[in-house]
């Protein structure tokens, strides 16, 4: 069975750093990968995918991510963070064969100070 | 941009008493799922329909939890009886066809405190 490891529960950063939030998958197949950001008392907002092709991956709010499958990783990164980053957010996978089931690691609280 | 709808956004309940959260998907999506999200952990799927029927429900405690989307659109979730291990955030999310490349949409969930 498929897992996901978000090491950093809770990661402080100040206003304009960079940021990167960790994520690790485990897994014996293909996989799918996923981040999606969660603010406060909302629902889940997809912010990057990775399904094949270019390891880097850009998605919306100028983040992006590097799939690295020799170190089974998933990592996010922002060059430069905004107060409004500041949210809840999750690393997911999904397995070839597994059907649709997302399986998410238990999420990095970002928090952007001045 | 369409949206995944949830009512109620908050519920209060005390325990034993039976709860139901509706879920609205988006027009045209074939498959919904309902996730459970314990506060301090990632969202865990209970169960999947691709359109009324059920796929995957393999999480789902199924003495106490139910759900159904009989006309493959809307669906309910049902507690009954509720425990007070299950205040939690109640989400729902829905996609085009299921195909696994697929991009999950979600609803802004319903959360549940059982007293």
């Known amino acids: 069975a498929q897992s996901v490891t978000q090491l950093d529960s809770q990661v402080p950063v100040f206003e304009e750093a960079p940021v990167e939030l960790r994520c690790n998958y485990s897994s014996s197949v293909s996989v799918y990968l996923f981040w999606y950001v969660q603010y406060p008392n909302q629902g889940l907002q997809l912010l990057l995918k990775?399904?094949?092709?270019?390891?880097l991956v850009k998605g919306i709010n100028g983040f992006e991510a590097e799939f690295n499958k020799s170190q089974t990783s998933f990592h996010l990164r922002k060059p430069s963070v905004h107060i409004s980053d500041t949210a809840e957010y999750f690393c997911a996978v999904r397995v070839t064969g597994g059907g649709n089931k997302l399986t998410f690691g238990t999420g990095t609280q970002l928090k952007v100070e001045l | 941009e369409a949206e995944v709808a949830q009512s109620p956004r908050y519920k209060i309940t005390e325990k034993s008493q039976a709860v139901a959260f509706w879920c609205d998907p988006i027009s045209g999506h074939a498959t919904l799922y309902w996730y459970r999200q314990i506060l301090g952990q990632g969202p865990e799927l209970l169960v999947q329909?691709?359109?009324?029927?059920?796929?995957?429900d393999s999480q789902l405690p199924k003495d106490r939890f139910s759900a159904e989307r009989l006309k493959g659109v809307d669906s309910t979730l049902k507690i009954q009886p509720a425990e007070l291990g299950d205040s939690a955030m109640y989400l729902c999310?829905?996609?085009?066809?299921?195909?696994?490349?697929?991009?999950?949409?979600f609803g802004p969930g319903t959360r549940l405190l059982v007293l």
């Open positions: 329909f691709q359109d009324e029927s059920v796929v995957d």
């Open positions: 999310a829905s996609s085009l066809g299921g195909q696994v490349q697929e991009t999950q949409y």
């Open positions: 990775y399904l094949s092709g270019s390891t």
